[in-house]
């Protein structure tokens, strides 16, 4: 039991490794393989300044966090995407060009927020109206009329020739013959359509023309209404993973 104890401390301890000011720039510098006077040199600053910098007993000026830039050869993007996933941004605030980043990409960061939650919002709505119309196939019917005729009616015959011919003829042999012609006339054409066109429709062709009668109807799916409800719900499902995720897209660390 009395091993135990030595042994904890012997653990190494794991704690959260925040690099300050001073240690990014003396890792910047090292980096570039520069000694402190020939860095502070290229910073135009003298090089016991440089060293209180690096052992953070000194903030830099605005001033100085210029030439600091300018001897690293990197803008204020550059310098930060190295730090601000591991260094203490909130102490850095007084440096106004800092300040005036890191305004800039928590307005950035908020906008970013709210364009994802109106885009998930958004995605959820239209799939949520897709899928509606499509199952209740409000844009497209499915249901499929059937309209047929008998054949061509010639010009200067009445439209119901195929079904009133024998009115016309007064004796049985006339009607005999009629019947005859009016069997080698017949021809079957059927239109289909989801649209109801009313009891009866004429339509015109090359050599007279048609009159279709409504024969029935039919429930027919539609390959429209499926993609529809198949649109709605992957529009729905992403909307609602954009949701999920959209803290972590939008997190901004400081």
Do not use: C
């Not at 190494?12 to 980096?31: A, N």
């Not at 239109?191 to 429709?201: C, S």
């Amino acid at each position: 039991m009395d091993e135990l104890p030595r042994i904890m401390r012997q653990l190494p301890q794991q704690q959260e490794s925040v690099m300050t000011l001073g240690q990014y720039i003396k890792q910047l510098r090292t980096d570039m393989e520069l000694s402190q006077p020939q860095f502070a040199e290229r910073m135009q600053v003298e090089q016991s300044y440089l060293s209180k910098l690096e052992n953070d007993k000194s903030t830099p000026s605005n001033e100085v966090f210029r030439q600091l830039l300018s001897a690293l050869s990197m803008d204020v993007d550059a310098f930060m995407s190295g730090l601000k996933d591991k260094g203490n941004m909130a102490s850095l605030r007084h440096i106004p060009d800092l300040d005036s980043w890191y305004t800039s990409q928590q307005v950035t960061s908020e906008r970013k927020q709210r364009t994802l939650l109106y885009s998930a919002m958004l995605l959820i709505a239209f799939g949520v109206a897709s899928f509606y119309v499509g199952f209740q196939k409000l844009l497209l019917s499915e249901t499929q009329y059937e309209y047929r005729s008998n054949g061509i009616i010639l010009a200067g015959e009445p439209e119901d020739i195929f079904r009133v011919w024998a009115e016309f003829e007064d004796t049985p042999e006339a009607r005999i013959q009629k019947n005859l012609e009016m069997l080698k006339r017949k021809k079957i054409s059927t239109q289909l359509t989801f649209e109801y066109q009313g009891k009866y429709l004429v339509l015109d062709t090359q050599s007279g023309k048609r009159k279709y009668y409504l024969q029935g109807k039919q429930a027919k799916t539609r390959i429209g209404n499926v993609m529809l409800q198949f649109i709605g719900l992957f529009s729905a499902v992403m909307g609602l993973v954009l949701l999920f995720i959209e803290p972590k897209l939008s997190r901004q660390k400081v």
